[in-house]
């Protein structure tokens, strides 16, 4: 099929997801050709890019996330746009999740191993006595905006995985702003946090916080930049420095990672350990307060917390795509991909391909088995799905349980993130009897 290439490039656009994932479009390109050329216009300032190939259907993302042999996350990071300087890319490169395997594969050993079963068990049990209190705070008022609610679960939990003391738990939200949200203009220079409520830490950090959100020539600062995130890498530094840092981040400063791989792991958990609860726990909760029979079934059933959570994750998947770079030529999907070309995996497309999942576009919680790719796949699996799903599950079953006739808030309608790679509300007004 022979499609007009700015409709191709919807794809790329940040204000296509603002209205919704364009699932339709998805469904039109993926049953024509599993690969597609994605053109990379200018867009709120940024230049424009070179284009990338898309790839679409389930059994292709799988083979490019499982191969970094030949597709790579280190040769040009995992972001669709090309960092802005070599310096940039450096900067990038050094992060976990930007490198390939052998590099990729220590760093991984190490921080897995300070996650044992007995210290996610403490987790779990932590993080049921957060859910309790968060719910019971709100359960007089009758009405709350789920989108805050959910926020603090994970920055909660991050704060005690990474040893940040409570009063600086602010600061997690705002990086993860700043960070996930920064295509749109509501979350793009978040600072919410109160100086004078922070510790001598957090208080010493904000003063390498940026002035300026543009570079000498007008454009604006990667978000993901060492200098756009200058003060959430002071904190981490001086973390690392204290004499007992806390968390179970810290043991892996004992396990062998040096100060700089301290801090740019500290980037990881702030960010990447934010982003799929901030984005999947409102998602969630609106694909079932949306699906009546699938709400009703798990008030009457929840043991099936486990199986309508993997559900939930497909049907909205957190993050919407990734970059990987093509280290040498190859054919997919019958399309010649050049060695250098940028090749981008739709996480969003894959959770509905209908050669994997029967009736793609229904919700079902009892769906088994589901092959999502909503983590990853392949070596950088993400190494937190358990524990975001430990969070999901606890949130969920306690706002169902708890808020007795929950439904959205009529005249209430949610308004989207307005982003090509986070899948987000940035508002969910519930109500309950």
Not at 66 to 83: M, V, Y
Not at 85 to 104: I, T, V
Not at 381 to 397: D, E, H, N, T, V
Request: charged share 25%.
């Amino acid at each position: 099929m022979t499609l007009d290439q700015a409709y191709v490039n919807q794809l790329f656009l940040p204000e296509t997801y603002a209205h919704g994932v364009p699932y339709g479009l998805l469904r039109q390109l993926r049953e024509s050709a599993p690969v597609w050329w994605v053109e990379e216009p200018p867009v709120g300032g940024w230049p424009g890019g070179p284009g990338y190939w898309a790839v679409l259907r389930h059994a292709d993302v799988k083979h490019v996330l499982r191969s970094p042999e030949l597709f790579s996350s280190h040769l040009g990071a995992t972001q669709i746009r090309d960092p802005d300087s070599p310096a940039d890319l450096e900067f990038a490169r050094a992060m976990m999740l930007n490198q390939d395997p052998p590099d990729h594969s220590r760093l991984r050993r190490i921080v897995a191993a300070a996650f044992t079963p007995r210290a996610l068990a403490e987790l779990a049990e932590a993080v049921d006595g957060r859910v309790r209190e968060l719910v019971e705070e709100v359960r007089p008022d009758g009405e709350a905006d789920f989108v805050r609610l959910a926020a603090d679960l994970p920055v909660w939990t991050l704060a005690r995985v990474m040893g940040v003391p409570e009063q600086d738990r602010g600061l997690l939200l705002d990086w993860a702003n700043r960070v996930i949200g920064y295509q749109d203009a509501d979350y793009a220079h978040s600072s919410t946090v109160e100086p004078a409520a922070l510790t001598d830490l957090g208080r010493a950090a904000l003063a390498d916080r940026p002035t300026t959100w543009t570079t000498p020539e007008g454009r604006p600062v990667n978000p993901r930049s060492r200098a756009a995130l200058a003060d959430m890498f002071a904190y981490a530094h001086g973390l690392a420095r204290r004499p007992d840092p806390g968390g179970l981040l810290s043991r892996t400063l004992d396990a062998g990672l040096t100060v700089e791989e301290f801090e740019t792991m500290f980037f990881l958990f702030a960010v990447a350990g934010n982003e799929t609860l901030r984005n999947g726990l409102p998602g969630g909760l609106y694909s079932l307060l949306t699906h009546a029979d699938q709400y009703r079934l798990l008030s009457r059933r929840p043991d099936l917390a486990a199986s309508a959570v993997d559900e939930l994750l497909r049907f909205w998947p957190p993050v919407l795509d990734f970059r990987r770079t093509a280290t040498r030529d190859v054919v997919l999907g019958g399309q010649r991909i050049r060695r250098g070309d940028k090749v981008v995996v739709y996480h969003a497309s894959a959770n509905r391909d209908e050669s994997v999942f029967s009736d793609p576009d229904r919700l079902d919680i009892t769906r088994t088995p589901n092959d999502h790719v909503s983590f990853g796949f392949g070596p950088h699996f993400c190494m937190g799905a358990q524990l975001a799903k430990i969070q999901m599950s606890a949130l969920i079953r306690r706002v169902i349980a708890e808020l007795p006739d929950l439904e959205l808030a009529p005249g209430a309608a949610p308004m989207r993130l307005v982003s090509n790679f986070q899948n987000g509300l940035k508002n969910l007004i519930i109500r309950w009897r």
